[in-house]
């Protein structure tokens, strides 16, 4: 199951960047996950809880943001949405020289900081 290392991988990151930024904790970490990458997000979801244990991201909430895989056709510039399975003939000339533009995407977009004590609570976006 892959998802656990993508989990441990984000949550390691994640947790070294808090510690960088002085944060007590983490309350949400914002990933974007690309139709294409091969994640099952309920197992992301249960991996993603496991990892964070024992560190500053235990307890956050993660939420993932699904982006549709799209090609495009090289030689006559159709854009389509590729589906699930890939379907990466072009639909209009049934040419193979495919460029995919979205799909395989898998990046922390944003975490949020928790609260303070003081009330204050940083953002780190991007």
């Known amino acids: 199951m892959h998802e656990m290392s993508i989990a441990t991988a984000v949550v390691e990151q994640v947790d070294a960047a808090a ?3 002085g944060a007590d904790g983490v309350a949400k970490v914002r990933l ?3 139709e294409l990458a091969g994640v099952v997000p309920s197992a992301l979801d249960f991996c993603f809880e496991l990892a ?3 560190t500053l991201v ?3 909430v993660l939420e993932t943001e699904a982006v549709p895989a799209r090609a495009k056709c090289s030689p006559c510039g159709v854009e389509w949405a590729v589906g699930m399975p890939p379907d990466l003939g072009c639909p ?3 040419g193979g020289d495919v460029e995919l533009l979205a799909g395989r ?3 922390i977009l944003g975490v949020e900081w928790a609260e303070d ?3 204050v609570r940083a953002d780190r976006k991007g």
Do not use: S, Y
């Open 58 to 60: 235990e307890g956050a």
């Open 19 to 21: 510690r960088e930024h």
């Open 32 to 34: 974007q996950v690309g």
């Open 92 to 94: 209009h000339c049934a």
């Open 105 to 107: 995407e898998l990046q």
């Open 52 to 54: 964070c244990a024992g």
């Open 117 to 119: 004590p003081t009330g």
